[in-house]
């Protein structure tokens, strides 16, 4: 079984800085891209940054230049800096990561998220 656990978020003023790390666990081969995903209410969950096994990176125009994605392959980990927060980032934060198992099944898993809420 694999598990993606979340950490790091919470209550920061705007212009403020929080780092999300999400740490895999289990029985893990292999992981391949893995995400960060948020869900504001009354909104639909979006992509905002996304880091292949590689190390190369994607961002959603609403966080670029703000938010930097970055891994650590050795420790199964993937990290959020979220710099000059703005209250419309208030979300629940979701990693998600391509892993292929041990068994060799490439599933698509996700953590059970993390609140972040900006206060103006």
């Known amino acids: 079984q694999v598990q993606l656990v979340e950490s790091g978020g919470g209550l920061v003023q705007a212009g403020g800085s929080l780092r999300l790390s999400c740490a895999a666990s289990?029985?893990?081969?292999?992981?391949?891209?893995m995400g960060w995903y948020r869900q504001a209410p009354g909104n639909e969950r979006e992509l905002i940054a996304r880091i292949t096994s590689g190390g190369s990176t994607n961002y959603a125009d609403s966080v670029k230049g703000r938010f930097t994605i970055s891994r650590d392959n050795a420790k199964n980990t993937v990290h959020l800096q979220m710099n000059s927060l703005k209250p419309e980032d208030t979300a629940i934060y979701s990693c998600?990561?391509?892993?292929?198992?041990?068994?060799?099944?490439?599933?698509?898993?996700w953590g059970q998220g993390t609140q972040v809420t900006v206060s103006s």
């Open positions: 998600n990561a391509d892993i292929l198992t041990t068994s060799f099944r490439l599933t698509n898993y």
């Open positions: 289990g029985t893990i081969f292999r992981i391949n891209a």
